[in-house]
Every structure is written in structure tokens, then in C-alpha cells.
């Protein structure tokens, strides 16, 4: 009863965005003995998951999810040295390298999907705008990426989204990474067009992608 | 008002911030600040509401806000920032009757009033749509400029140019340019509107450069300029460098603002009340002569929903009352061409936008992201609902907007996307197919059954 008191404590500092409660409660349970592992399982990423779900009902918006996402942050930080005694370690689902394509500005689409990729426990590696081709490749290189997200909100931009496929083909790297495009005039025709793995219409959608992804057999 | 110099040196020398902490420690505190003190609360119940109070109450939010803020200039990671007695001297002296087009083409535009029986400014065209080909574009184009209530275009985006796909900053957005603003011209001339003023400049133009270049290949100086700011209340020093070549030539430029509702402006409550801080801020930084708002709803990528109808209609009011700046707003539906569900919101967000007070720029069909997608009917009925809606009172838009909104709301998330320009046109003769024209009809005969007067 107590731990289940001390897990809804947890949960409820990180959805409110309390970086000092969020932490308090996770030194909190690691001094109580708890495992680790539970916290993140039970409290951090379950919390998290209510966030991104209230995002998507227009409940909360971007500045909440940040502040939840930064609690749940400081939360790992009390966390990881308590499972790394424990012998344990912290899975993630992925790593991700996002941003927009090249002569892109528009950020919002990707950012909110960069933090509800965080939310759902990948390592997001954001680039911010207007990235060039090789910049993706480099730093999916550099991060052991599983994903590079690429944003296009103009038609003239998604050219950019098409070059990073390309730059894999030639330089023999195609099936080291997946890669999955959105944006507004985005679709799956020119995802299937220029060679992506995946597309996604919604912010919500490129999560849910991002997992079919990871389990897709080519990864290596 | 603080001139044109004095804003680029603050860009240079203003305060520095990363940009995450501008918008979480700066905007997204002060907007929850001004939003407690002004109390400025959603009003699920009243999609268009009559409460001068409270739009002016938000007008005081909004100026607040942009006089704690100030605007972020992203190339230099400074804030370009304002007194509040410096706001209010722009407010002053911005233009209030800005005139564009030529000849008989010639047109003032207004800064309306809610409930004013004024027929608002119509910017008509594409609003971001996209075009494939060039013929495509010419067809659109002068199909816009035989509507009688047109009074500027906004000519499509072009996608290839000579069958090759337009790459922003490449060579190929500078030809596409060019090409979109010859294309442009020659078609208002086949339109026998050669005097039609282009107001949105250059679609296909995403870098300054491409918008330079291409407007020396005939865009005049009765046209306009949009020139636009990006989300949270930021510019770079691409747009800015469009202000200036724009005043430069003696040009007049339309600042421009997309607040997205579920981003960092919060809910329809900071949504509305950001919307007049960028109004502020287009005529100090941007040196605009009319401002284009266009809140969206994250969730669905237009603004058609009954979310968004409130901010829309509030932040309207509150310009209207308190700017002699004209205002623009923009409209984005979710469904396609020749569909009953793009007429209906069609018909429900120009109710909500001019019986609150603004001019009308319409607009982005199937959220101006299906290739072809358009066709200049769209923009048609568009105009005629807002000439019927001139005059209307808020009361009697409040409750037409609450009866067509179950029309379609419930599809937003799934739309039609309807058929291409090519599907519903004949191509020859530039005009609606038969179907097109009945669902047109009878869309219109339900609306007079509402109340609306056609002419």
C-alpha cells in the first residue's frame, strides 16, 4: 500500500511538471529500498504515457509536456545510479536522430514529436532545423542511431527528406538505419516514393512508428 | 515609432536567451501571468462571443505580453524588445487604410468593426495551396480573378518547374519564383483583371533570396508582401531581410502569424491572447500595413474546429477595438474540393471571421497539402458567405456557427479529400463541373434558410 502510495506520488510530481517533488520522491523510494526499475516502469514512463495522452486530447499542451518531460529528466537522474548498483540497466526502445530538412524552419510539428518520442522512452538526438542531409547521417553515425525523423512542412523542403535516403543508398548504409518523414504536405505515397521507411500523419502516429520500426527485421 | 534601424540594432544587441528558455522562461510564464490578471477564460458554450469587456481585457493581455516579451530574433539569439509606451506610439502611427491593386482594381482596405456592415477585404486564391504544373497554376489563377468579389489574389505554390521537383535554396527556387510571378500577372491578364493586386507575394519562395529575386520579375508595388513570423513570437533575419529590400522599393508588406493552439501558447485562451501581441509586433517589427492571423489546431492542421472558433473570434474583436491596423484572418479547412463538408466549414469559420471584425483571406483547401486540390469555387463561396455575413451581429453568428459546426466536426480528424482542380473544372473553358455547381446551390440554399442574404 505504501509503495503503491509512494509510485502515485512519483507519478503525479512528473505529470505536474514538479522537478523538486519529482525528484524528492524518487530519492524518496530508492532510501526506502524500493527497485529502481519499478519506479521507472510504474512511475516514471507510466506518467509519462498519461502526459502524451492528455497532449493528444488538447488537455495539456506543449509547455506542460515539457515541464513533465525535464521532471522526468531530473527523476532519471536519482534512478540510474540506484539500477546501475543494482546491476541493472535501464532499457530503452531506441535512439532516434530528428530534425527538419534542409531550408526548414518549422520546428513545432517536430518538436512535439521529439518529446512525446522522449515521453515513450526513446534517446531523441534533435538537430533542429534546416539540417542538412549529411548532418542526419553523421550524427546517426556518431549516436548508434536506430531512426532518423525527418520534418518537411513545405513542398519545397521535402526534397531534403528524399536527399538522406539517397546519401544511405550511396554510401552502402541504407539498412543501418530506418528512416521514417512527416510534415504537413508529406504522405505515405512519397515516403514509399523516395525510399523511407515509414510516414506518419500525426505526432502520435510517428511514436507508434517508431516502435513498429525498432522491430523491423533488417535493423542491425 | 521606433524606426526600422533601431529594431535591427536591438536583433544585434538585445538580451541574450537560448531559444527553449525565450519560450519556457519568458513567454509561457508571462502568457499564464496576463491570462490569471486579465481573466481570460474559454468559453466552450459561445463559439463567437459578445463580450466587449473581455476583448478588451484581452487587448490589455496582449500588450502586456508583448511588452514583457518582446520578439525572439533567432539568428542572433537576442530579443528584439519594446516599452509598452513604444507599442502603443506604433499602434499610433501604423497605417490604418492601406491601398492595393490598380485601376479599377484599385481597393482600400479597411479595418473593420465587430458586427460592421462594411464587406470585408477579400484576399482570395490558394492560401498555400499546391499546384503541379504550370498550367495548373495559370487555370487556378485566372479562375480566381473572374470572381467579381475578389480583391487580391493569393496565387498557388509550384512544385516542379520544367518537370523537376522545386528544392528550396537551389537554383530551382529562384526559377520557381520568377516563374510563379510571370505565370502569376499573365494569368490576372487573361482573368481581364490585369490591375488585381498579388498579396501573397511569392508561395514558392521559402528563403529570402527566392522572394527577392523573383520579385523583380513583375511584382509592383501596389502588390503586398507577406512577410511572417515563426512560433513562439520569433523572426529571423531572413524575413527581415525581406522588410527591407520591401521598404526599400516603396513596397507594402502583410505581416503574418500561425499560432498553433496546443503549442507553447497553451489552449484557446493563450491562443487568442498571443494573437494580439503578434499583431503588435507586426507593426513594429515587420513594418506591416495589414497583419494575417491564423491560429491552428495542433490536432488536426486547419481551423475549423469548435476549439479554435472562440480564439479566433475573441483575439478578432480585441484587434478590431483597439488597432486601426486592418486585420486579416486566414482561413485552413480540413476536407477537399467539391465536397459538402468543405463547403460547411467553409461557411462556419468566414461566419465566425466576420461578424468578429476581420478582412478574409481564403484559403487553404484540404490544409493546402494535397497536390491539386483546389479550385477557385472554393474561394468563391467564401467571398459570397462573407459579403451575406456583413452586418450580421455576433448573438446571430454565435448561434449559426453552433448549428453548422455538427455538420462536419466529428470528421476532422478523417476528412474527404474530395477531387482535383482537373476532376471538378473543365479544362478548356475554366469552369465548375455540373456536380460542383448543384452541391454549390444547394450548400447556399440551406444557408439562406439560416438567414443569409445573397446577392
Known amino acids: ?220 | 515609432m521606433v524606426n526600422f534601424f533601431e529594431v535591427i540594432r536591438r536583433a544585434l544587441n538585445g538580451r541574450y536567451y537560448t531559444e527553449t528558455d525565450f519560450a519556457m522562461k519568458v513567454v509561457v510564464p508571462k502568457l499564464r501571468e496576463v491570462l490569471e490578471k486579465y481573466d481570460i477564460r474559454y468559453d466552450a458554450e459561445n463559439p463567437v462571443p459578445d463580450d466587449d469587456d473581455l476583448a478588451d481585457r484581452l487587448f490589455q493581455a496582449g500588450l502586456e505580453l508583448c511588452a514583457e516579451t518582446g520578439c525572439y530574433c533567432t539568428s542572433t539569439s537576442r530579443v528584439i524588445g519594446f516599452t509598452k509606451q513604444e507599442i502603443l506610439e506604433g499602434l499610433r502611427d501604423a497605417p490604418s487604410a492601406p491601398v492595393f491593386g490598380e485601376g479599377t482594381d484599385e481597393k482600400t482596405m479597411v479595418a473593420r468593426q465587430p458586427e460592421s456592415d462594411e464587406p470585408p477585404y477579400c484576399f482570395l486564391g490558394a492560401g498555400g495551396g499546391i499546384a503541379t504544373t504550370e498550367d495548373v497554376y495559370v487555370r487556378l489563377v485566372e479562375g480566381y480573378g473572374r470572381n467579381p468579389l475578389i480583391n487580391s489574389v493569393t496565387c498557388p505554390t509550384i512544385t516542379l518547374i520544367n518537370g523537376m521537383t522545386v528544392q528550396a535554396g537551389t537554383p530551382l527556387e529562384l526559377l520557381a519564383c520568377i516563374r510563379s510571378v510571370e505565370l502569376g500577372r499573365a494569368a490576372l491578364r487573361r482573368a481581364q483583371r490585369p490591375g488585381l493586386p498579388i498579396m501573397n507575394s511569392i508561395a514558392s519562395a521559402v528563403t529570402d533570396a527566392g522572394k527577392i529575386t523573383g520579385s523583380a520579375f513583375g511584382l509592383r508595388n501596389t502588390d503586398a508582401w507577406v512577410v511572417g513570423f515563426m512560433a513562439p513570437l520569433q523572426v529571423n533575419f531572413e524575413r527581415l531581410n525581406e522588410v527591407a529590400y520591401v521598404r526599400a522599393r516603396g513596397g507594402q508588406i502583410v505581416g503574418e502569424s500561425g499560432p498553433i493552439m496546443g503549442g507553447y501558447a497553451g489552449g484557446p485562451a493563450g491562443t487568442a491572447v498571443i494573437s494580439v501581441a503578434y499583431h503588435l509586433l507586426s507593426v513594429l517589427v515587420l513594418r506591416a500595413s495589414a497583419h494575417l492571423n491564423f491560429p491552428i489546431d495542433f490536432r488536426y492542421g486547419c481551423n475549423t474546429s469548435r476549439q479554435i472558433m472562440w480564439p479566433f473570434s475573441i483575439s478578432t474583436q480585441a484587434i478590431c477595438r483597439n488597432s486601426h491596423l486592418p486585420l486579416l484572418n486566414l482561413t485552413y479547412v480540413a476536407a477537399g474540393p467539391m465536397t459538402e463538408m468543405c463547403l460547411y466549414e467553409i461557411a462556419t469559420a468566414i461566419v465566425n471571421r466576420v461578424a468578429s471584425g476581420g478582412n478574409i483571406e481564403f484559403g487553404g483547401i484540404a490544409k493546402a497539402i494535397k497536390l491539386d486540390h483546389l479550385t477557385p469555387m472554393e474561394p468563391r463561396f467564401a467571398s459570397e458567405v462573407a459579403h451575406a455575413v456583413a452586418g450580421m451581429t455576433r448573438a446571430e453568428a454565435n448561434e449559426l456557427v453552433k448549428k453548422l459546426l455538427p455538420k462536419y466536426e466529428d470528421r476532422l480528424a478523417d476528412p474527404p479529400l474530395g477531387k482535383k482542380f482537373q476532376e471538378c473544372y473543365d479544362w478548356g473553358s475554366i469552369e465548375p463541373c455540373q456536380e460542383y455547381i448543384e452541391l454549390y446551390g444547394r450548400i447556399k440554399d440551406e444557408l439562406t434558410g439560416y438567414g443569409l442574404e445573397f446577392n
Not at chain 1, 512508428?209 to 533488417?218: C, E, G, S, T, V
Request: no cysteine.
Open chain 1, 1 to 220: 500500500m505504501a509503495e503503491n502510495s509512494a509510485l502515485k506520488d512519483l507519478r503525479l510530481s512528473i505529470e505536474q511538471g514538479d522537478e523538486e517533488g519529482a525528484t524528492a520522491a524518487a530519492q524518496a523510494w530508492v532510501e526506502a529500498g524500493g527497485d529502481p526499475m519499478k519506479a521507472v516502469e510504474k512511475g516514471l514512463r507510466e506518467a509519462l504515457r498519461n502526459v502524451g495522452e492528455q497532449f493528444e486530447r488538447l488537455e495539456v499542451f506543449l509547455p506542460e509536456m515539457m515541464m513533465a518531460a525535464d521532471a522526468g529528466n531530473a527523476v532519471m537522474e536519482v534512478l540510474e545510479p540506484a539500477i546501475a548498483a543494482a546491476g541493472q540497466h535501464s532499457e530503452s526502445p531506441g535512439t532516434v536522430v530528428i530534425g527538419t530538412a534542409k531550408g526548414d524552419i518549422h520546428t513545432i510539428g517536430k518538436n512535439i514529436l521529439a518529446m512525446l518520442l522522449r515521453l515513450a522512452g526513446f534517446q531523441v538526438h534533435d538537430l533542429g532545423e534546416d539540417v542538412p542531409a549529411t548532418a542526419f547521417l553523421e550524427e546517426a553515425k556518431k549516436r548508434n542511431a536506430d531512426i532518423i525523423a525527418i520534418s518537411a512542412l513545405m513542398t519545397s523542403t521535402m526534397p531534403g527528406q528524399r536527399d538522406v535516403v539517397s546519401i544511405l543508398r550511396d554510401t552502402a548504409t541504407r539498412d543501418t538505419y530506418a528512416v521514417m518523414v512527416g510534415g504537413a504536405p508529406t504522405t505515405q505515397e512519397w515516403a514509399d516514393q523516395i525510399g523511407a521507411d515509414g510516414y506518419a500523419e500525426t505526432a502520435s502516429g510517428g511514436v507508434d512508428l517508431a516502435f513498429r520500426l525498432i522491430d523491423r527485421p533488417q535493423l542491425s
